[in-house]
């Protein structure tokens, strides 16, 4: 089996010191992966982004950080478009302070394009031009769109590898609370499924797109549409099961980064590293 890191979306629900110092407290309760949240804005210093990447350094700790919300690369709207590559540019730069190994992205909406052929192609002309904004020092972060939970949202596993294919310096992040959700419970059902998905990713994208796969988890509730709550591990009446995505990861043989997006972070993700280490 390949290596998997586990780490929460955001600053533990459980420590109550500086966000730089998170690292340090994650090595503690056994986790080695963490996703900075910028999905406000980036608001982080660059000295406090750089003592947090350095702390993250020496506790092996591997961070990635998620990009404002309010990004719509679709947009037809250009005033809307242009502030969506701004606002990608800010975090990659901040992304690169830290020592952030990819910065994911909602890539936006189908809604105000004639097809979702042409929201894919704004979304493309976007990442691109995210890449011709961003100051040549940043090296180190890759773009990751997000596959999205909702039919609303640009971002099947289909277009998220397309994007990837068009665009420099890009990995997918494959949430497979969202895929469940936005097909209302008719993916991730099964190993073969997921063991399907991880190698459309390869085959399309190359090792290098599952080594790692960065993944978001939690289980979720959805209705017509898609995704609506994120929920914790421990709630049997939603899906998917981590047990499921766990074996898939095994068979396949790949490096993985799972973030918990559950309600209980960190907790879910210690759960879920102990489920699948001591399958």
Not at 4 to 33: C, F, N, Q, S
Request: charged share 30%; aromatic share 8%.
């Amino acid at each position: 089996m390949g290596r998997l890191r586990y780490g929460p979306a955001g600053k533990p629900i459980t420590y109550k010191g500086p966000m730089e110092l998170v690292p340090g407290y994650l090595r503690e309760i056994g986790l080695d992966a963490f996703e900075y949240e910028a999905v406000r804005g980036v608001r982080i210093s660059e000295e406090k982004a750089r003592e947090l990447g350095s702390n993250a350094e020496s506790n092996d700790v591997l961070v990635s950080m998620h990009a404002p919300y309010y990004v719509n690369l679709s947009s037809p709207d250009r005033s809307v478009w242009e502030k969506s590559v701004k606002r990608i540019v800010e975090a990659l730069i901040a992304a690169e302070w830290m020592g952030a190994y990819v910065v994911v992205v909602h890539t936006g909406y189908y809604k105000g394009n004639k097809s979702r052929r042409e929201a894919l192609k704004r979304a493309v002309e976007g990442y691109l031009k995210v890449w011709e904004e961003a100051p040549s020092w940043v090296r180190r972060p890759e773009l990751s769109p997000e596959l999205m939970g909702k039919t609303s949202q640009l971002g099947d596993l289909e277009e998220v590898v397309a994007i990837c294919q068009q665009v420099d310096r890009c990995r997918p992040t494959i949430d497979w609370a969202h895929l469940h959700a936005r097909f209302e419970g008719r993916a991730v059902r099964s190993v073969d499924e997921i063991l399907e998905a991880i190698e459309f990713i390869e085959k399309n994208l190359g090792r290098e797109a599952v080594s790692p796969l960065h993944t978001h988890f939690s289980k979720i509730e959805y209705g017509r549409g898609g995704e609506r709550m994120h929920h914790t591990l421990s709630e049997e009446k939603y899906g998917p099961e981590w047990s499921i995505v766990c074996k898939a990861y095994r068979e396949a043989g790949i490096d993985g980064v799972i973030i918990s997006e559950s309600p209980i972070l960190e907790k879910d993700a210690i759960f879920m590293k102990k489920e699948c280490h001591e399958r």
